[in-house]
């Protein structure tokens, strides 16, 4: 079965700084891999997906992120945190078939100081 | 339009009370998506429709029944709740194929006294 394990349930940075939340995934397959944001009571909006094509994927809001199979890790960075970066933020497995479910990681919570 | 509408925004209901949420996409997504969401938590898989037709049920109380009137609108009907039930609900949409992002809607925050 895939798992998404994300390391650090809440992540401080300062504003300016190199935003770094990690993702790691266990999957017999080659997976497909998300990231979703979500502020707060709002739903979850998709950042950057990788699906195979390239191992670094951009996403939006500066966003991007590194597949790498040898570590099964696809952690998230910003070169330069925003205030609007405060959020939760989720890394998601699919299992690969159509119209299944995604498997989320339990969260990073990005908080960001001025 | 990468939109998933969700209504009502907000709801308060009693344990003997029958509500129910509607979501909506116009996307032309055949594959369609409930979820609950606890605070400080992810969101938990409760049904998925393919095409119209009931695809995943995870194991849900009775008390939640979903419903895909067509292939735009997603219903989820609610009765007899338990107070443990309060939560965000959560609609996505998606391709039906594989790999392809879930797209959420706002959700709606359910109450139950």
């Known amino acids: 079965a895939q798992s998404v394990t994300q390391l650090g349930s809440h992540v401080s940075v300062s504003e300016g700084a190199l935003v770094l939340l990690r993702c790691n995934y266990s999957?017999?397959?080659?997976?497909?891999l998300f990231w979703y944001v979500q502020y707060p009571n709002q739903g979850l909006q998709l950042l950057l997906k990788?699906?195979?094509?390239?191992?670094l994927v951009k996403g939006i809001n500066g966003f991007e992120a590194e597949f790498k199979k040898s570590e099964t890790s696809f952690h998230l960075t910003k070169p330069s945190a925003h205030m609007s970066d405060a959020a939760e933020y989720f890394c998601a497995v699919s299992e690969g078939q159509a119209g299944t479910a995604l498997i989320f990681g339990k969260g990073t919570t990005l908080s960001v100081s001025s | 339009d990468t939109e998933v509408t969700q209504t009502p925004k907000h709801l308060v209901m009693g344990m003997t009370n029958k509500k129910s949420l509607k979501c909506e996409q116009h996307m032309g997504h055949r594959a369609m998506y409930w979820y609950k969401q606890k605070a400080k938590k992810p969101p938990e898989l409760m049904f998925v429709?393919?095409?119209?037709?009931?695809?995943i049920n995870e194991s849900v109380p009775s008390r939640f029944s979903p419903e895909c009137p067509n292939s735009s609108l997603l219903n989820l009907h609610l009765h007899a709740l338990q107070p443990e039930d309060s939560a965000l609900y959560l609609c996505?949409?998606?391709?039906?194929?594989?790999?392809?992002?879930?797209?959420f809607g706002p959700g709606t925050r359910l109450t139950v006294t």
């Open positions: 429709y393919s095409y119209e037709k009931l695809s």
């Open positions: 999957s017999s397959v080659p997976p497909y």
């Open positions: 996505a949409s998606s391709q039906e194929t594989a790999g392809e992002e879930q797209y």
């Open positions: 990788y699906t195979s094509a390239a191992t």
